[in-house]
C-alpha cells in the first residue's frame, strides 16, 4: 500500500542532543512537508521541499534543518537551538507544487519529548 | 499571522444531531478548501475538500458550504456518530501550494 511512514513513533531527547525524525514515502509525490503540531495551534510549517535537493523554510524554522537527497526521502533533525522542541511532529507530501489540489498526504507522526 | 480562522474550539453533540464548524479565510487568492479529521495520535486524513467555483459539496454524511463573497466555509456533519469523535482542521491553499490550517476543532460525540 502506498503511503508515507514515520519514525520512531515515540522518541525522546535530551537536553543539547540533535535527534533525526525519518519520513519516507512510496507515493512517488515530488512535494514534502514537516508540520509542527501543539495543542490548540493546529498544523505549524517547519520545512518544505518541491523537488530533490531544494528545500525551503516555513514559518518556524529555526532550529531545525533537512535535506532531501532522495524523492523518496526528507528527514528532519531538531537541534539543540530548538528551544521548546517538544511536540507531535508530521510530515506529509503532495503530487506536486502548482499542481491540481489533490491535499496532502500525511504520516502518522512521531512524539518528541525532552527530558 | 493567523489566514485560516477556525470555530468553535471544541464541540459536544449528541449521537444523531448534526455538527457544524466554520472557517473564514483572508486570502482570496485561496482555490482549494480541504477538511482533514485527526483521531488521537495519528496523522490528520482528507476528509472532504471543495474549489471556489461551488457553493457546497456533499459525501456521504460530510457536506461542506462554501461562501465565496463572506470568505466563509463550514463542515457539517449529519446523523453525528460516536465514531466521528476527533479532531478536525479546515485549510486554505492556492492550488496546494503553501496549505495554512486552522487551529483545530475537538468534536466529541455523545452516545
Redesign the interface.
Known sequence: DGGITQSPKYLFRKEGQNVTLSCEQNLNHDAMYWYRQDPGQGLRLIYYSQIVNDFQKGDIAEGYSVSREKKESFPLTVTSAQKNPTAFYLCASSPSQGGPGYGYTFGSGTRLTVV | QQQVK?SP?SLIVQKGGISIINCAYENTAF??F?W?QQFP??????LI?I?PDVSEKKEGRFTISFNKSAKQFSLHIMDSQPGDSATY?CAA?M?????R????TRLTVKP
Open positions: 477556525q474550539q482555490d482549494y480541504p482533514y495520535g495519528k496523522g490528520p486524513a482528507l475538500a474549489r482542521f491553499s492550488w496546494g501550494y503553501d496549505m490550517f486552522g487551529a483545530g
